[in-house]
């Protein structure tokens, strides 16, 4: 099974406040899954992946 994190791993994991993660949460902006009514906890294999589509690769100029 795949590695789950809290939301203070994850936000350490993607260097981002955990404020700002409980908001991408919201908006369905990040891949999570939701375990319970409350409990959120984040896959870490998706949350690389999600990471390595959003790299911008430079052009030459």
Do not use: C, N
């Not at 791993?9 to 949460?25: D, I, N, P, Q, R």
């Amino acid at each position: 099974m795949d590695e789950m994190l809290s939301y203070v791993k994850a936000a350490e994991f993607l260097g981002v406040k955990v404020a700002t993660l409980y908001s991408m949460v919201s908006r369905g902006q990040v891949p999570h899954a939701r375990i319970g009514r409350r409990l959120v906890r984040f896959p870490r294999a998706e949350l690389e992946k999600w990471v390595a589509t959003r790299m911008v690769v430079p052009t030459a100029a």
